[in-house]
């Protein structure tokens, strides 16, 4: 039975593959913002936007 670790004409050696003992996926984190502030963030600059284009626009 041939190793993991094995000589092929031409190619040279290649590495033995590492696996981890235990094979729980790994936890992802909390996301750090919340999906109600990005809205909130992004109706607010939108209404800034348009505040702003509206006051060049009125001149």
Same mark, same amino acid.
């Given at each position: 039975?041939?190793?993991?670790? !094995?000589?092929?004409? *031409?190619? *040279?050696? =290649? ?7 235990? !094979? ?10 919340? =999906? *109600?502030?990005?809205?909130?963030? =992004?109706? *607010? ?15």
């Amino acid at each position: 039975m041939p190793s993991a670790r !094995t000589l092929r004409p *031409g190619r *040279g050696n =290649f590495m033995e593959s590492i696996r981890p003992d235990n !094979t729980d996926p790994i936890p992802l984190r909390p996301a750090p913002n919340q =999906f *109600g502030t990005i809205m909130l963030r =992004f109706v *607010g600059l939108l209404a800034v936007a348009i505040a702003i284009l509206a006051f060049v626009y009125s001149r």
